[in-house]
Each structure stands twice: as C-alpha cells, then as structure tokens.
C-alpha cells in the first residue's frame, strides 16, 4: 500500500459520497481491480465458496464467480501468473498460451513494466539488518535470462518508469546513514539520483512514470513530509497534506487525511498541474487498515469498511460536480 503518516492537511467539510456495498460478510480484504475496471478480485474459499480461488464481484455489485482456480501472483493486466516454488525458482505462466519459464526469485514476486514484457525481481540476503542487507536487482525480458543491474542496501524496486528505466532506492555502502532514491537505466547503465534521505516510505509512480510520492520521516526538518518529485529530474514539491494516498491518473492523486480525532475518512484530491487540491466528499465510513484502491479508469474507489468488513464501491465525482 501506497503511504501514510500523520498530520493533517486542512480538510474542507465534505459531503458524503454515495457508496454500495459489492461484497459484504468480512470475506474479502486486499480486493483489486480488473484492468478494464469492471469488476474486484479477491482471494476466498470455504466454507463461503466451494474451493479456494480468486473470484471477482462486478464494480456494480451482483453474483460471484471464480476467475481463477489456483492462487498465485497475477500481473496487473492478468497476462501472467508468477508461481513461487519451494527452491529458487519461480514459474511464470503466460496465461494467453500457457506458455511458462521460470526466473530464479527465490520465492519473490516480480516488477512488470507497463506493456509487462519485462520485469525486475530482488535477491537479497535473508540475514542481518535491513539496514545493512545487501539486494542485488535483476531484470529480464519475458522467456528470456536475467541480468543483475544494480547492488544496494537497505532498499528496492520502486518501479519501472518507463520500458528501460527502474525507479529504485537504497544505500550505496552498508555503512551509510542516508538513502538514495534514483533512476537507472538498465540498458545503459545512467543513473539519477532524485533525493537523499534517512529513507523514503510511501513509494508510489504515477500512472504515466512521470512523477513519484513518497514521504520521509524521522529525518531533518527540512526533509520530513509528503513529496511530489519529476522523475525526469526537476524541482521537487513538498504537499501540505499527509495521509493514505492513490494516483487517479498521470496527473491526480488522491488522500484521505489521516483524522487522529476520528471521524469519515475524506477523499481529498491533488491536481499536480495546477497545484491545487479540491475536496471530493467523505466517505461516511471509514476505510479499515488502509485497503483502499483506485480502479484503473480513474472513476471508481473500492475499500474495505471499517464499520461492518464490507467492500464497498465509490464513484469519484469529475471536474464540476
């Protein structure tokens, strides 16, 4: 999950966005979206379903159906499903063919790129302090063999940017105090360092690879808070606001401020193009341990309830409503 501090942007009053409950009964956290944002998919099984297997729910509400009959890790466009084995060796299924090869994660899930044509995987020491660890970061085009292009500390994959560049963050020596949070080409090898930090949390890219949230804490003063950075380079932008954020879209994000007082969570909204937030509503609800998601085409918010463990489905108002 993308974020979360504390503090509080000033929230405006809100009113309450309508919302209807798609799965009810506890059964379903963790929910996601289907990429043509039509419907959820969940992890379940018995004794509320007849075997365990990831089933999906229309957006809309309506009957339950089995998507998949094994579990496994699904890529965000479902084209490929990662099977983790008990060795080294990972297994991934291209759905469309059955056509399968296997990487040597050691058990850990992937990082696809957009097109999910290639992807990058960590190896890291299994002992010692984070701090310290050593990752060793690979990529390798799908069928094909894998190719270390990175050793850091106490860091990882953020994501890919574009087909050739990873957002990564990390120490350049396990003795450092401070992280980096950088670009890499892996084709060429450049790197751009963004930001420097005690650490980075919150690590989410946008949409379009063009800009990346993240927040620092515990650091300086003049480090700590919530950050809006071009991934290009460029100047970076401190929001004044902290809380669980979302992208909508390449140029919106989305916040519940967190409200130590308690209360409906708020649906805030950031325009990174013009610098300004707007008040969407608030949910009349609260969203339980941060699951909450966005669907892909931007119109819709899912999240799980904090007053009855329901799924419930919000439809984002657009400029003007």
């Keep these: 999950m993308a974020a979360l501090a504390f503090a509080l942007g000033a929230s405006a009053l809100a009113a309450t966005l309508p919302s209807k409950a798609v799965l009810s009964g506890t059964c379903c956290p963790g929910a996601v979206w289907t990429p043509d944002s039509r419907a959820l998919l969940f992890l379940d099984g018995p004794p509320a379903r007849g075997s365990t297997g990831i089933y999906q729910v229309p957006a809309n509400g309506g009957p339950v159906t089995r998507r998949f009959s094994s579990v496994a890790y699904f890529s965000p466009l479902l084209r490929w499903a990662v099977r983790p084995g008990t060795g ?170 967190l409200t130590p007082g308690g209360g409906p969570h708020v649906l805030r909204e950031y325009d990174v193009r013009t610098n300004t937030w707007r008040t969407l509503g608030d949910l009349g609800d609260q969203v339980r341990q941060g699951d909450w998601s966005v669907s892909p085409d931007g119109k819709k918010v899912a999240y799980l309830s904090a007053r009855d463990g329901n799924v419930r489905v919000v439809e984002l108002p657009e400029n003007g409503d």
């Design 88 to 257: 080294e060796a990972t297994t991934l299924e291209r759905l469309a063919d059955g056509r399968k090869f296997t990487l040597p994660t050691y058990g850990g899930d992937v990082t696809w790129n957009a097109a999910e044509t290639r992807l990058a995987y960590t190896r890291s020491a299994t002992t010692g302090n984070f701090d310290r660890r050593s990752t060793r970061v690979f990529v390798a085009d799908v069928f094909g063999a894998p190719r270390q292009v990175a050793t850091l500390y106490g860091g990882g994959v953020g994501g890919w940017l574009n087909d050739s560049t990873l957002l990564l963050t990390g120490k350049r020596n396990p003795g450092d105090r401070d992280r980096d949070l950088y670009t890499l080409n892996t084709r060429t090898g450049a790197r751009r360092t963004l930001a420097t930090a005690l650490s980075f949390r919150g690590l989410s890219v946008s949409p379009d690879g063009a800009r990346v949230v993240y927040y620092v804490a515990f650091d300086s003063a003049a480090r700590n808070g919530l950050w809006l950075r071009p991934t290009a380079g460029g100047a970076s932008r401190k929001l004044d606001a902290f809380g669980s954020y979302r992208w909508r879209d390449a140029n919106r994000l989305l916040l519940i401020p």
